[in-house]
């Protein structure tokens, strides 16, 4: 059965992907921007990350996804260098992380983090300067992302007057102002509308298509599905599962149907074939037993109801989620 | 990541200094500090100005004409030099008249008549004059009240209090004079007689004789003292202000992926500081340009000197107390989570500061002693209570060196700390850490 989701092996799967990446490095391949291992960060009593690792290679979008209070952000202050962890290694682009790293990074905390008296173009310009930028390459390129993101207007405003949705893409354009190699978001589509996320999505993809590699957490895994390649997963400071997104889902396997019907749904009840089910009144989807055929599933159906669709499906990342912490928990 | 920039030092240097000075409310201040306190000073001398320019008349009432006179003189002679002395410069054309005006009648503040016949009825009638407003006032020279030195004076208003030293100490001068001259002694004599002394105190300052400069030790002394007391509790705040607010924004996030948090904290405390000291630089510039035709005059007339090495110390002592405060500011605002909490340790962070300025009088009066020169190594008092003893006498070079020494060392150590505290209290928000909890931090810091 699948069993990927145990912590145990989820640290195995990064050791292993570490271990291949020393000998990729030797081959004369890319090496990741970004391992940790086990890292670990105690607050008091409390034990915000515990024992994580984890893998990035270069040029893919990272999902870092949990629960609020899983402990996304403080991974991914230990990443960045704003905290050190009590334990474990941080490495960055090969090398143990250290000061100089920092120049080739962006970071996008989670709540705005900007002057609020501060005309926009002035702190773009400063923190692009902070990253060792000269003044004039941070107002021209500042300039550039505003123009691309529709700021252009207000550059010579404060920060405070602008909406939170263009103080998000301010602060966006403050974390790759520089042209990181590597950029660092928290929770980048909290509290945006569709039609900024929307831009922000595609700001993101530009820079995917640039070969940058992307970081970012969120509690939505819908999102996660939709934009990454590999994932990790973490619960209570821990690493549920990590990986490559679609191995992931290829190992929980094709055990969901959505059936669409009319008639009796009596099929529904039969403890042999479905483990459970969720009635979404369009359509419900079926959760299949242990060891159930699909096929024997389908001759249930149709021999009460008439269905108008029959889908097998790979599990959602949700889904997966609540395997696996329910696994985890166990 | 231990090494700092001081490119990124001076960068938020830069940004601090630069977003402050820019602000509406630092222009507002800068312009309008100046105008209140020159407003404070300027409307009362100007009104004291428009009472005494009103001509007083006043009525000397005494059987003894001769005595009425001598009192009239006094009178007259004393608010004329008064005069000149309020208006320098004005007194020139004036005071060559000055003997001729004194035949005079009148004088420019007061008209003064003499009344030889001191009965109750003609003082029933003076009174009369006095509430009517005809004169201002009358003086009761009878000859019991002179003989008991008890003399009454009348008047419309109730007398100030500089008029009434002024007038009793006229009045002691006439009985003088008179019974000078009831004794046979002449006019001139009797001037000889009760000619004040002046003295001039020498002070030898390395076996070179130096006139002892009271009042330009004083000036100096005060200045530093208040304009000490005056940054630190303006820009102090300020400097916490600003820590506190990074930290609520968040910013810092961002800033800590960029620069350390040494870097940040040497970066605030020198933007805000410099934003200070510009603002005391305009006010101080102002200023003297206002009083620098009188300061020439009295440093030329020698009132007025202060030492090389005074101002030198006064520039590094003031520098040094302020940063050195401004970073207590810090270090607070890097604990605190509100302002309000920052208000209740205000007067503990001051504290020292008013403990330096209470003991500078035992401090002024034995610059050598033992007690003075421990108290004034103290980082904390050091910025007054050693600039104080250069002013007075220069200690030692060993002592200056290693009490600046002592200064610097602790301002660095505070910074240090306080990124500390800074690093750790910004990213857990929420509550006043317990001291315990602080401990804890700058030992994990440490690591």
């Known amino acids: 059965m699948c069993s990927t989701g145990s ?280 959760r299949l037993a242990a060891g159930a055929d699909p096929q024997d599933l389908l001759r249930a159906a149709t021999s009460s109801a008439r269905l108008s669709k029959f889908e097998l499906m790979e599990p959602s990342l949700e889904e997966i989620f609540i395997e696996a912490v329910g696994k985890a928990n166990a | 990541m231990p090494s700092t920039s001081l490119g990124n030092i001076w960068l938020i240097i830069k940004r601090e200094y630069l977003e402050r000075v820019r602000q509406r409310s630092f222009i507002v201040l800068t312009v309008l500090l100046p105008a209140i306190v020159g407003g404070a000073f300027f409307i009362p001398a100007k009104l004291s100005r428009m009472k005494s320019s009103k001509t007083q008349h006043l009525v000397v009432v005494t059987s003894d004409q001769k005595f009425g006179e001598i009192v009239r003189q006094q009178l007259l002679s004393s608010a004329k030099t008064d005069d000149e002395k309020a208006g320098a410069d004005k007194s020139k054309e004036n005071s060559g008249d000055k003997d001729s005006d004194d035949d005079n009648k009148s004088s420019n503040n007061y008209t003064i008549d003499v009344d030889s016949t001191p009965s109750d009825g003609e003082r029933a009638a ?120 990074e930290k609520n924004s968040r910013v810092m996030e961002v800033l800590l992926s960029s620069a350390t948090s040494t870097e940040l904290m040497a970066g605030k405390l020198i933007g805000v500081g410099a934003v200070g000291l510009t603002q005391i630089g305009i006010w101080i510039t102002m200023a003297s340009v206002y009083a620098l035709p009188a300061l020439a005059a009295s440093a030329s007339a020698g009132e007025i000197h202060i030492a090389p090495l005074t101002l030198v110390a006064f520039a590094l002592f003031f520098l040094l107390g302020y940063l050195l405060y401004s970073s207590v500011y810090a270090a607070v605002g890097a604990v605190i989570t509100s302002e309000q909490e920052g208000q209740q340790l205000q007067f503990i962070i001051l504290l020292p500061l008013i403990l330096a300025v209470f003991m500078m009088g035992p401090v002024m009066r034995a610059p050598d002693s033992t007690v003075a020169m421990w108290t004034s190594m103290v980082p904390f008092f050091s910025p007054i209570l050693m600039y104080v003893r250069i002013a007075i006498q220069p200690p030692p070079a060993w002592q200056i060196a290693l009490s600046l020494l002592l200064l610097v060392a602790t301002i660095a150590g505070i910074l240090v700390l306080c990124a500390r505290i800074y690093r750790i209290g910004i990213l857990m928000y929420g509550k006043r850490p317990t001291l315990p909890e602080i401990m804890k931090w700058l030992k994990y810091a440490n690591r």
């Open chain 1, 7 to 286: 912590i145990s092996e989820s640290r195995g799967i990064a050791a292993g992907r570490a271990d291949a990446h020393r000998r990729s490095s030797i081959l004369g391949l890319p090496v990741n921007t970004v391992e940790l291992n086990k890292i670990r960060k105690s607050y008091d009593e409390f034990v915000a990350v515990d024992d994580l690792s984890l893998v990035i290679r270069p040029g893919e979008v990272y999902g870092l996804l949990g629960p609020n209070g899983a402990g996304k952000t403080s991974t991914l202050r230990m990443m960045i260098g704003i905290t050190v962890p009590d334990s474990g290694m941080v490495s960055m682009f090969g090398e143990p992380l250290r000061r100089a790293h920092t120049q080739r990074l962006g970071y996008l905390p989670e709540e705005r983090g900007l002057y609020k008296k501060m005309k926009v173009l002035d702190q773009l310009v400063f923190l692009g300067e902070l990253k060792g930028l000269s003044g004039h390459d941070a107002a021209r390129r500042a300039g550039q992302w505003c123009e691309r993101l529709g700021l252009k207007e207000w550059t010579g405003k404060k920060v405070e007057e602008l909406s939170k949705g263009m103080q998000q893409k301010a602060q966006f354009i403050g974390a790759v102002v520089h042209d990181p190699q590597f950029v660092v978001m928290d929770e980048p589509f909290s509290g945006l509308d569709p039609a900024s996320a929307m831009v922000l999505k595609d700001a993101f993809l530009e820079l995917k298509n640039a070969g940058k590699t992307l970081l970012f957490s969120t509690h939505r895994m819908d999102t996660a599905e939709r934009l990454c390649d590999s994932i990790c997963l973490i619960n209570h400071g821990r690493a549920v599962l990590e990986g490559d997104l679609g191995k992931i889902r290829a190992g929980y396997g094709k055990r969901n149907v959505q059936i669409k019907y009319e008639g009796d749904a009596r099929f529904l009840d039969d403890p042999k074939l479905v483990q459970s089910f969720n009635d979404y009144g369009n359509y419900v989807e079926v």
């Open chain 2, 126 to 245: 003076l009174q009369d004059r006095v509430s009517s407003g005809a004169i201002d006032g009358y003086l009761w020279l009878s000859d019991d009240a002179v003989a008991a030195r008890k003399i009454t004076y009348e008047g419309q208003a109730s007398s100030g209090f500089m008029e009434k030293s002024w007038l009793s100490g006229q009045l002691d001068r006439a009985i003088l004079l008179r019974e000078l001259a009831q004794r046979g002694v002449s006019g001139d004599q009797a001037e000889v007689l009760l000619k004040p002394v002046k003295l001039e105190v020498v002070q030898l300052k390395g076996g070179h004789e130096t006139k002892a400069n009271d009042k330009g030790m004083f000036f100096a002394i005060l200045i530093m003292v208040m304009l000490l007391y005056m940054a630190v509790i303006f820009y102090g705040v300020s400097v916490m202000r600003a820590v506190l607010e």
